[in-house]
């Protein structure tokens, strides 16, 4: 578990930091080394075939991949979260609804939801990750709907009602 942590930290600082200090840009063309080999002619993984250093295009690419993970977690957390404790702490027919549009969602192919938007709203990096962020939050919604929920039933809650607080609907 150790490893992997520290590997994911050191892929998203070589791509934060290597491309500062990379002799080629990921969109500079080295005219005479096209194709090149890699560890040839200062391209440590070589040239692609219109000349473009490979290193600095994967990191860049992990760059842009590193920023649409976060960005569409961040999504999903928000909707997520907000969604199952509004379906959780209110119950009843409100609970049954919100959760019936959370499986309506899931029958729906991922994929498909971010091609329509994409093709609804054009081409866009915000797209991508409102659109990502928009499908994965469902299982965040239930699992903090479940844990909402079993709150709710805390002794504490229910000391809180006989000490004075209004009491709260129950499902």
Partial sequence: MRIAGWTIIAVALAALVLPLV????YDQIDWNHVRAAPFTHGHMLGTDSVGRDLLARTLIGTRITLTVAGAAALVALLIGTAWGAIAGWAGGRVDEAMMRVVDALYALPFMFVVILLMVAFGR??????????????????RV???QVMALRHRPYVLAAEAAGAPPQTRP
């Fill in 22 to 25: 990379l002799p080629w840009s």
């Fill in 124 to 141: 866009s990096i915000v797209l991508v990750f409102l659109g990502i962020g928009a499908v994965e939050w469902l299982t965040m919604a």
């Fill in 144 to 146: 903090v709907r479940g």
